[in-house]
């Protein structure tokens, strides 16, 4: 496993001082703080998983970030590696999409996609648009659809809920509406 979750990863918040110095890419190693080698250098892989905001993002293959070659430890920070941010939140962005597109197909098959805008109140042709890859969706409303699609019987319950009355749950009927 060479992934590493978390600890110092993006807790810190992005701006953090450490701008870069020296140039980047080129081959001289640094030191590894978890085996104490100087074998640190930027290193792409594919398969790295990591864990960001909701989701445990699949790294980008051609993302570098600095490895150590002996024992396999990532340094993954904002000060080690400040375009983190950046790359993270490109990643994450790109999985919105691609899920929506994959919970909209899936919920098209038993629900056309105006039905399901007028349902959920999204404006006529947004899901087309998302299906398209065209915007980002909110990760709320991709759990919403993912959530739908996997039990679309659920639809009708939504339609209920929203044609009837909320019942009032509050302080043990303590009080009435226009005492
Ligand atoms: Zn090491």
Redesign the pocket.
Known sequence: MDSHESDEGPVLPAGAPGTISAGRGQSRASK??????H??RPTAQAGRIYGYRNVALTLPPDLQLPT??????VLLSFESMPELAAALERTYRAELIRRAATEIARLSQVCSQRKLEVILDLSQGYLCRLRAGNGVPSASLVSLLALLGAEPVRLEELKRYWALPVANQSRAGSRRVGA
């Open positions: 590894c703080p978890c085996c104490g080698r074998a640190v150590c070659s002996r024992c396999k430890h």
